[in-house]
């Protein structure tokens, strides 16, 4: 069964670029979580969605960050205008159905690099 | 603010050693535990769960939780230098579905 899918992997752009991120998600997966990690803060909840539906975003930064989920299958994490202080690795996680007893999946990051 | 606190380390042990992983949480709610392990430049890879009171074992690795203490650790056994690398410890968030709480992580290296 695959994994979360997460592209790109690397992204290098200019301050002041537009920068999307996307993520598949585990088939039959109904949560799915968007992380940023640093060195300086960890792992840091950014939002996330139940069954397409923004639940908690109160971890976006800024209205810079805006996230969206349009099907089951599909997210995109974009961050407009960028900033040097955006560079971090960006994770996309799912879960299954809420049981409260599951894990979350991650993909394998992007790594994004803001000059 | 949910809180979930581990030691960054670095925790050094010998090859062959027992490597002892701690996690303190302060939801007094929270029923679901998870240990992480995150190589270097890689993603949070899930290696344990535990729900209940008391140990549970998994190869190597044990995890074991105690509410009442609001503690939960990883233990590892016969550990080799493949084991070297972050641990993350992830705490359920009460009424929240299956939002977690992360720590900030132990580092752990395996010395040969």
């Known amino acids: 069964d695959a994994g979360v899918i997460q592209s790109p992997r690397h992204e290098v752009t200019e301050m002041g670029q537009e920068v999307t991120l996307r993520c598949k998600p585990i088939s039959g997966h109904d949560y799915l979580f968007w992380y940023r990690q640093t060195m300086m803060r960890g792992l840091e909840l950014l939002i996330y969605?139940?069954?397409?539906?923004?639940?908690?975003d109160s971890g976006m930064p800024e209205d810079r960050f805006s996230a969206k989920m349009p099907n089951a299958s599909f997210s995109t994490l974009k961050i407009q205008p960028s900033e040097p202080r955006d560079s971090a690795v960006y994770f996309c996680a799912s879960s299954p159905r809420q049981g409260g007893n599951q894990p979350q999946h991650f993909g394998d990051g992007t790594r994004l690099s803001i000059l | 603010q949910k809180e979930v606190e581990q030691n960054s380390g670095p925790l050094s042990v010998p090859e062959g050693a027992i490597a002892s992983l701690n996690c303190t949480y302060s939801d007094r709610g929270s029923q679901s535990f998870f240990w992480y392990r995150q190589y270097s430049g890689k993603s949070p890879e899930l290696i344990m769960s535990i729900y209940s009171n008391g140990d549970k074992e998994d190869g190597r690795f044990t995890a074991q939780l105690n509410k009442a203490s609001q503690y939960v650790s990883l233990l590892i056994r016969d550990s080799q230098p493949s084991d070297s690398a972050t641990y993350l410890c992830?705490?359920?968030?009460?009424?929240?579905?299956?939002?977690?709480?992360f720590g900030g992580g132990t580092r752990l290296m395996v010395k040969p």
């Open positions: 992830a705490v359920n968030i009460a009424g929240a579905g299956n939002m977690l709480t």
């Open positions: 969605f139940n069954n397409n539906v923004p639940i908690d």
